[in-house]
Nanobody, 126 residues
């Protein structure tokens, strides 16, 4: 059974930081591409960051480069998204997702992903 469980969302002021966690089942964590996505009210879901299995190559959306970092903790089967210098425009529901194969190098397109977590809300006030 595929499980992706996110946590770590919350409300912060602009300039603040949060760390989101996504605990995955062991098979998924070791073999799948893992990504973080977000969706704000009235907007389409967009890719934020991805990390490759094994080699750990990462890609980021232009809007978060230099502010967000995706990382993995092998012992805990956990993928993290570190959110720094948050802006009100970062307010959204954030989702963790897993893909067994991807069609683009950056792997930031939602349709490439097979499995999704339930989401965790991030709210940034000005």
């Amino acid at each position: 059974q595929v499980q992706l469980v996110e946590s770590g969302g919350g409300s912060v002021q602009a300039g603040g930081s949060l760390r989101l966690s996504c605990v995955a089942s062991e098979y998924i964590y070791s073999s799948y591409y893992m990504g973080w996505f977000r969706q704000a009210p009235g907007k389409e879901r967009e890719g934020v960051a991805t990390i490759y299995p094994r080699r750990g190559i990462t890609y980021y959306a232009d809007s978060v480069k230099g502010r967000f970092t995706i990382s993995r903790e092998n012992a805990e089967h956990t993928v993290y998204l570190h959110l720094n210098r948050l802006e009100p425009e970062d307010t959204a529901m954030y989702y963790c997702a897993a893909a067994n194969f991807v069609t683009t190098k950056q792997a930031l397109l939602p349709f490439e992903y097979n499995y999704w977590g339930q989401g965790t809300q991030v709210t940034v006030s000005s």
